[in-house]
């Protein structure tokens, strides 16, 4: 450990996709980065022991749980990291903070409204920070549009066009998993993907009013089953049961700013395996991101010569940009992972400094916000005002 590094002692709840995403993010963080906190992974918790002593092993956890009441409470933890099914969010999350642990909890923040609420209202009483994992902030390449817009490259923003596509339950066999059912995820495709296109309007072109949306669920009946990793799941040659959630989503947003938003999220959109972009058109220019290319970002400047214009491709790799300098030298990309380092980078360097970084659980009580009024919408077929 480097001189002045203090310990910040992890459990993590859950061990599956996010699992390890975040896991790999712990280990890899001080090897890039001169943090001021270096993690250690104290404990893994998980219902089926078999399955969490092969996750401890392999993540690299000092030890596995198969309750996560027993590690609330111990005093060797720091920060409790909660990477299950969105359900568990507000019960484990309120347990940690109350127990004077900081909170780290996978998006969205919780299942309704209210449980966000009581969420945020758990880690301010308690004086923890948190952070809600919206992760594709920490894209050096997202980072970077941000710093454009900033600057004012892009002048007054007009349009806000965000899709997030994917296809893995295209497949009307793929199984009945916590994803599709409303009493675990809360809603479908709109919290598990469109909550992230919200998370990115937010940060990049600020808050929304208003929204009008449509929902529809193509396939109302699938074999019972359950996640088997990443986005692979297993199911019941026999039993089925029904889909609670949307499938698809699309929704009309007003922007405080004035910006006119478009957003459209779906689990049917053949062909596209995680196509989270985003398009903004301002007065003076426009930028394109797109998650499948994810260290490049387009830029057109509208006073470029004439005959000249149109977008220019950048490769966010250079020293200049956000983040990529502690990695490779430019044109040596990086991927998917390293989002989630630059997500706790940041948070631990607000507990080393004691104050609250971004996205963290306000940030997740403006998100669940907007996802209830999108689907009010849906059901009542009207405007609703975000409040
Ligand atoms: N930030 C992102 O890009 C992103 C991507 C995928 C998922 N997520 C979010 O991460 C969370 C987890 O999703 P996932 O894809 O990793 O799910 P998953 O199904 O792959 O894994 C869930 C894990 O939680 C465990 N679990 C379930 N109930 C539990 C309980 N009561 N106690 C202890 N462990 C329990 C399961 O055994 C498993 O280890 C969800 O909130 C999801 O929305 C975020």
């Known amino acids: 450990m480097g001189v002045n590094q203090k310990k910040i002692r992890v459990a993590m709840i859950g061990y599956q996709f996010m699992g390890k995403a975040h896991s790999h993010a712990y280990r890899d963080l001080p090897f890039y980065f001169d943090v001021p906190l270096k993690p250690e992974l104290k404990v893994v918790v998980g219902r089926n022991e078999e399955g969490v002593k092969e996750a401890q092993e392999k993540m690299g956890f000092e030890s596995y749980e198969t309750d996560w009441r027993k590690v609330i409470e111990r005093d060797d933890i720091d920060v409790v990291d909660i990477v299950t099914p969105n359900h568990t969010h507000a019960e484990i999350a309120i347990a940690a903070a109350e127990a004077g642990k900081h909170v ?34 920490y894209v050096p390449a997202v980072q970077f549009a941000k710093k454009l817009i900033m600057e004012g490259k892009i002048g007054k923003i007009y349009h806000f066009r965000a899709n997030y596509l994917q296809d893995f339950i295209v497949d009307p066999n793929f199984p009945l998993v916590w994803r599709l059912k409303k009493d675990v995820s809360g809603s479908g495709a709109l919290g598990d993907i469109g909550a992230h296109s919200i998370d990115l309007a937010r940060f990049l072109v600020g808050e929304i009013t208003e929204v009008t949306s449509m929902m529809q669920t193509f396939i109302k009946e699938r074999p019972i089953g359950e996640m088997t990793s990443g986005l692979s799941a297993k199911g019941s040659a026999t039993e089925k049961g029904e889909v609670t959630v949307d499938d698809a989503v699309a929704f009309l947003a007003r922007f405080e700013s004035g910006t006119f938003g478009t957003f459209e999220a779906t689990r049917f959109a053949t062909g596209n395996r995680n196509k989270n972009k985003f398009e903004i058109n301002g007065e003076k220019g426009a930028i394109r991101w797109d998650m499948e290319n994810m260290n490049n970002i387009e830029v057109y400047f509208h006073d470029d010569p004439e005959g000249l214009q149109g977008f220019r491709l950048i490769n966010c790799t250079e020293e200049i940009h956000p983040y990529t300098g502690a990695y490779w030298p430019a044109g040596h990309i990086i991927g998917y992972e390293h989002t989630f380092i630059h997500l ?35 059901n009542e077929k009207r405007w609703i005002e975000i409040k």
């Open 104 to 137: 780290i909890t996978e998006k969205p923040l919780a299942l309704t409204v209210e449980d966000a609420k009581r969420m945020h209202a758990a880690v301010e009483k308690n004086g923890v920070k948190h952070l809600t994992c919206y992760n594709y902030r």
């Open 344 to 378: 706790i980078d940041e948070f631990f360097r607000g507990i080393a400094g004691d104050k609250q970084t971004s996205p963290n659980f306000d940030d997740g009580v403006k998100n669940q916000i907007i996802l209830d009024a999108v689907e009010k919408s849906a």
